[in-house]
């Protein structure tokens, strides 16, 4: 297994971690499915397993994944190994119970106590703001903030962490009428009073491709020393063409993908579409897909570390044997260039796509 620093921890990871968000199974939370389908706590746990055994090293999970059941899971195996050898992260923010809030510090310290426990540790590496919903005018980013501050200077927190857009260029933030001026302006706002160790970003095939003089997130994070998790490298399974457009999914209540359009027929379509050109030069079996996808997240920035889902050791057991040579710049160049029509159908409010060929980054 590879290993990759990671900054803002300043500790060395697996390139490749275990996310955990799938074993959780099916839930809801105040009502929203946050879920997944099929999944066994029996066969999650073997795949735990054979992710440590494969040399995985860094797992990230969180309190509403499942509802505690996924850490758990987790924390039977920490159980079982050296607490010392991994590093483990985890979540707050979008469980309430009976609070007003999930912000409200005192349900910040409950949860991280609940969480502790689940996991059957006395700290977290990395400990993720994972909303960024503090209440009406921010009322409670300050407590929040706070409170993990001094988490974090007690030890009981090594670094602080929260989520980035799924798309950014800073750039945009200060771009009169981009469609994404104010979700970059309101992430800069909050990254500023968070000041947050570690980001944790959505980016895969189907990510924007952004122009030479946009700074995304990778670069972002460099210029500020901050550690990068790429969350949704296979892209929730579209990029392994584990669902056909013929027979598009139908997802039972308390699985989040529910209502997703990028899981009906016309979507899966396109996405075929891209996968079979990028599957005549890389090869179409599952594990060429997941080779190419796990590179091509890889590739993104030397330093960051790929998060990936599995429901089982089967699952997680591919993950890992799939990866093959780094990719290089013209393997990355073409599959922009297969996914470019891709991501226009599926993201049709972007703006126009820069020319390959130019781009410096993905």
């Not at 029996?42 to 054979?50: I, M, T, Y």
């Not at 700290?123 to 409670?140: A, R």
């Not at 392994?240 to 308390?254: C, D, I, K, V, Y």
């Not at 179409?284 to 190419?292: E, G």
Request: hydrophobic share 40%; glycine share 10%.
């Amino acid at each position: 297994m590879q290993t990759r620093n990671l900054p803002g921890l300043g500790q060395e990871v697996s390139a490749i971690g275990a996310g955990c968000w799938t074993i959780g199974g099916l839930a809801t939370n105040r009502g929203t499915p946050i879920g997944w389908q099929g999944v066994s706590a029996q066969k999650a746990f073997e795949g735990l397993s054979r992710a440590f055994d494969l040399g995985v090293t860094l797992y990230d999970t969180a309190d509403v994944y499942g509802l505690g059941r996924s850490e758990r899971l987790l924390g039977r195996l920490l159980a079982q190994v050296d607490r010392s050898r991994l590093t483990v992260s985890s979540k707050v923010g979008y469980f309430a119970g009976t609070a007003a809030h999930p912000y409200v510090q005192a349900q910040v310290l409950r949860q991280f106590a609940t969480t502790c426990e689940n996991l059957g540790t006395d700290y977290l590496d990395v400990y993720f703001l994972h909303s960024t919903d503090f209440g009406p005018d921010d009322q409670h980013l300050d407590e929040a903030v706070e409170t993990l501050c001094r988490l974090r200077s007690d030890g009981g927190v090594r670094a602080i962490g929260m989520r980035a857009p799924h798309e950014f260029a800073e750039e945009w933030a200060e771009t009169a009428g981009h469609p994404q001026a104010g979700g970059t302006a309101r992430f800069l706002e909050l990254f500023g009073r968070i000041r947050p160790d570690v980001l944790t970003v959505r980016h895969n095939m189907l990510s924007p491709v952004y122009w030479p003089n946009e700074t995304d997130i990778f670069a972002f994070a460099r210029r500020h020393g901050v550690g990068v998790l790429i969350k949704q490298a296979l892209g929730q399974g579209l990029l392994l063409a584990a669902h056909t457009p013929e027979r598009p999914p139908a997802f039972p209540t308390g699985d989040h993908r529910q209502g997703d359009p990028r899981f009906t027929a016309s979507s899966l379509t396109a996405i075929h579409a891209g996968l079979n050109d990028i599957g005549r030069r890389f090869g179409s079996t599952r594990a060429d897909r997941i080779r190419v996808a796990l590179g091509y997240a890889l590739a993104a920035d030397p330093s960051a570390a790929v998060l990936v889902g599995f429901r089982d050791a089967e699952q997680i057991n591919a993950n890992l044997t799939s990866i093959g040579e780094p990719l290089s710049p013209q393997d990355i160049g073409e599959i922009q260039t297969a996914m470019s029509l891709v991501r226009d159908k599926l993201f049709p409010h972007q703006p126009t796509h820069p020319n390959i060929e130019e781009s410096t980054t993905c």
